[in-house]
């Protein structure tokens, strides 16, 4: 759009245009403009370089909103008060700023992260609200809850950082909404440091947006690389896993729902949550499916195979309608990290996680011979780049290709003269051992014995299905 005086006529005159705003700049008045967004509200602005040179500003240039065009605000008005602004900026202040500060003058952080909890989130999970609450109260309250909001620079935002990551924000935190006197170890760490940061930006970039900041101190604030763990069960220790469910089972210690739980978790690769929330209803035994109304991704379809929804089929149906229904009537089973402590214990299998069952069902898809693009279509991943981590499992043509050429000029390279010792095969290479998936012994220590009695020796069988030999 050409730049032209503003005036009432000129500013009258232009038109919104669908799906962007459009800016009518001044000829007289550099940075003086208009902003006239698709809904056709027009609002006088002024663009300026800030003259304050730090971390949160950097000289970068910032806008400054004047007011809205009307009866009570004239193009006339709207021009001496963008000269007075452009006048303060020349004398090295930064009306933005000041601005911001006085509509949150006597904010602290702590009443900024209750407003955020109450205005900024109403499109987060449940889980995620839970997390951001112990995030808040136990990291970021303690460490910078009575701070003035307009008093926050970068150098609090990496102490909050570094303090989290070395287990200065520890402590002991007490649940509010679950069991009585509920209560679980915060012990923070370089993940929880770098989560909760994350948070903390999103919480000033809301008070941006609410205009009570007039920049995000917490962005560009260099954080701890996340650690990707990649752990896969063998087939020895799948079997394991099978023989303790059962063995659990048979005990009659733990109820047996959090166990068909596990069981499913493995023989489908979903989430925790997306077992745990499921209902009857939501079943399709004909297309051997679920039907999933929420996930983590949104709504989902989980394809299950033929041992999952036999098994399935041998549960009971609860009057509640949840498949595995919880100690506390009508509702469903919600933590099962005793049961899953009690059941790697048993199998031996102390550096699994609960999550790793998930990995495992699609290493071991991956590795059947099961594209990516289908290995996320199980998993219900949103993004395909998620699925890449799987990729080094798959059978590489690239490495197929690799051993053929060395083969044969190895062989190119032996001497008719001398003795030739046979040159590996492919099949023989590719029969070496995964790395990184140890040898395990499938006789467990003494240390797996619990109130059960001592644990079987493991059977590389279809042990999660629950059957027996000749059942």
Known sequence: MPNVKISKRSVDG???????????????????AVKVKPSGSKTFVVRYHSPVHDD?????????TIGRYGAALTPELARAEAKRVLAEVALGRDPAD???????????????????????SALKKPATLKMDRSRIDCHIRPTLGTMQVSAVKRADVERLLQRIATGGTATMDRRKGEKPNATHLVRGGTGAATRTVALFQ????????????????????????????????????????????????????????????????????????????????YLDEERSLFRLPDSKTGQKIVQIGADALGLLNRLPRDPSGWIFPGDVPGEHYKNIARVWEAVRKRAELRDVRLHDLRHTFASRGVSDGASLPIIGRLLGHSNPSTTQRYAHLSDDPLRAAADRTSRTIAAAMLSTSTPQSPVPTTSAVREEPDVGVPELSSSPS????????????????NALRGQRPGA
């Open 14 to 32: 232009v038109e919104p245009e669908p799906g962007r705003d459009v800016y009518l700049w001044d000829t007289e008045l550099k940075g003086f």
């Open 56 to 64: 949160a500003h950097g000289g970068k240039s910032r806008t400054y």
């Open 98 to 120: 000041e601005k911001a500060a006085a509509k949150g003058a006597g904010m602290t952080v702590g009443e900024l992260c209750d407003l955020y909890r109450a205005e900024g």
């Open 202 to 281: 999103a919480i000033l970039e809301f008070a941006c947006n609410r205009g009570i900041l007039a920049v995000n101190v917490a962005k560009g604030v260099k954080r701890f690389k996340g650690k990707k763990i990649e752990r896969f069960l063998s087939e020895l220790e799948l079997a394991r896993l099978g023989d303790a469910l059962a063995d659990l089972e048979r005990c009659g210690v733990y109820n047996a729902a959090p166990l068909q739980a596990i069981r499913l978790l493995t023989l489908t690769g979903c989430r925790r949550n997306e077992v745990l929330e499921l209902r009857w209803e």
């Open 446 to 461: 003494p240390s797996a014995r619990s109130v059960c009695g001592p644990m079987r020796a493991a059977r590389p069988r």
